[in-house]
Every structure is written in structure tokens, then in C-alpha cells.
Nanobody
Framework: QVRLMESGGGAVQAGGSLRLSCAVSGGTPTTYAMGWFRQAPGKEREFVAG????????DYSDSVKGRFTISRDKAKNTVSLQMNSLKPEDTAVYYC????????????????WGQGTQVTVSS
């Protein structure tokens, strides 16, 4: 059974930084494509960032490009999201996402989800 466990959410002022982490267990996590989505109140869940199982290719939504960085540590079976220059519109529940086969992109969600972690950015 694949399990994803996020950590690192919290409250920060605009312009600040947070780092989210997702620990992956079960199956063969080093071969999974990984990503992050977020969902703000009253809005649909949206893609934030994705990374291939090799870590060699990364993808970002236009709204976070240049501010957020996704990375993975295959030895620790973790994927992280470094979020800099945070804006109030980044406020949402952030979800870790994984898939055994397909890349995580804006049009392709993986099969496995974490429980989510809240990020709140105040102006």
C-alpha cells in the first residue's frame, strides 16, 4: 500500500518562504513520478509542480514558476516543495501526489494522494 505523508505547512507573511515535504512509503517509491497540487476554498484542485522518477525533469504551473522549486531525495523517499516569495493567493491546502507510471502534470493527476497540509499567506 502506497502512503504519502506531507509536512511543513503553516502560516507566513507575504514575501516569506515555506518548505513542504512528502514522505513516500510502500511499493517502489523511487520509481514513482511525484508532484504537488493545491486547493483553495471554493476552487478546484490545481497543479503546482511535478518531477519525474529520475528527478531529471520538472514542471511548474505558470503561477509558481520562478518562485517554487520541486525536488526529490530518492535515498530518503521524499519529495519537497520549496516555496519562496509567497503571495496571499498561494493560500491553499497542498497535496502530495504520486503515480507509478505516468508523469504528474497539469492534465494528469497520479493515483496516490497525501492528506494535505495547510499553507496560509497573509498580506
Amino acid at each position: 500500500q502506497v502512503r504519502l505523508m506531507e509536512s511543513g505547512g503553516g502560516a507566513v507573511q507575504a514575501g516569506g518562504s515555506l518548505r513542504l515535504s512528502c514522505a513516500v512509503s510502500g511499493g517502489t517509491p523511487t520509481t514513482y513520478a511525484m508532484g504537488w497540487f493545491r486547493q483553495a476554498p471554493g476552487k478546484e484542485r490545481e497543479f503546482v509542480a511535478g518531477v519525474t522518477w529520475t528527478g531529471g525533469s520538472r514542471d511548474y504551473s505558470d503561477s509558481v514558476k520562478g518562485r517554487f522549486t520541486i525536488s526529490r531525495d530518492k535515498a530518503k523517499n521524499t519529495v519537497s516543495l520549496q516555496m519562496n516569495s509567497l503571495k496571499p493567493e498561494d493560500t491553499a491546502v497542498y497535496y502530495c501526489n504520486a503515480d507509478r507510471v505516468n508523469p504528474i502534470t497539469a492534465t494528469s493527476m497520479g493515483d496516490y494522494w497525501g492528506q494535505g497540509t495547510q499553507v496560509t499567506v497573509s498580506s
